[in-house]
């Protein structure tokens, strides 16, 4: 006989075997996210441009829910994070560039290697940041344009357009994206995280129908939408830092810098 989490004797090996089935969930999700974005470098190879967007977004679907499942089932462990963060970088970080550089960035052999290449080391880097950082930071933001919203980025924008470019000129504003993509990923830049939004609450009606007019939008028009959802993600945390620094000046707060303690009388 041993003793359960909840503090109820079960016969021996039983709760250890239904723990262990609980950490098997939030894992197949990550195996699942892997396997899309290891589809996604196939068919971009194959030239299947858009259907490899779509499935990158499906590994970011799937990589939400990993972390939601493993929050709501207590399931989460070290080895869930490491296996996540290496699934991340597959899906998040070689396979959109494997599709941007198949998709334009080839018009540009060695400048194009060059920004993928870029963006593969930045999300390494902003992943293990996020892994060491994450106990210590505001849970309601994260510091760098977040892995998956990059490659969402790129997997939309192809998702839409998906037509190879063409030439050379065209190529431009894409080496430009895949350049700013890469610089707010380690950059200090806040962007909400939305960890702090709890479902199970009950929600005023205006958010029901917002979200509700959103899915219905998306369903309708998915290229367009996903496009306009993963700019909109990309755009605001530098509208907040943008609002930051504004909000500094506006009260006379000095950037960056520790306000000025003024002396002591018994100092003097």
Not at 112 to 118: D, I, Q, R, T
Request: net charge positive; proline share 6%.
């Amino acid at each position: 006989m041993s003793a359960a989490p909840d503090g109820k004797v079960e016969p021996e090996g039983r709760p250890r075997v239904r723990r262990r089935g609980i950490y098997l969930i939030p894992s197949s999700f990550t195996v699942a996210n892997v396997f899309c974005g290891f589809h996604a470098i196939i068919s971009s190879i194959q030239g299947e441009h858009a259907f490899a967007g779509a499935l990158i977004g499906i590994a970011i679907l799937l990589d939400t829910l990993d972390g939601r499942v493993a929050r709501f089932a207590n399931a989460s462990s070290e080895f869930g994070k490491e296996f996540d963060s290496l699934a991340d970088q597959v899906s998040f970080g070689v396979a959109p560039m494997v599709l941007a550089y198949t998709w334009g960035l080839h018009l540009w052999p060695r400048l194009g290697w060059l920004m993928g290449f870029l963006f593969v080391i930045c999300g390494a880097m902003r992943l293990a940041r996020f892994n060491i950082q994450q106990s210590s930071t505001d849970k309601r933001f994260f510091v760098g344009l977040p892995i998956p919203a990059a490659a969402g980025m790129v997997a939309a924008l192809v998702y839409r357009f998906a037509e190879p470019l063409d030439s050379r000129a065209a190529a431009v504003p894409l080496l430009g994206l895949v350049l700013l993509l890469s610089l707010l990923m380690v950059s200090k830049f806040r962007y909400y995280s939305f960890k702090d939004l709890d479902l199970r609450r009950r929600q005023p009606p205006l958010v029901i129908l917002f979200l509700a007019l959103v899915i219905v939008a998306v369903f309708t028009h998915p290229q367009v939408m996903l496009l306009v959802m993963a700019s909109t993600y990309v755009v605001h945390g530098l509208v907040l830092k943008l609002w930051s620094i504004f909000s500094r000046t506006k009260t006379g707060a000095p950037s960056g810098e520790a306000p000025v303690k003024a002396p002591d009388a018994r100092e003097t």
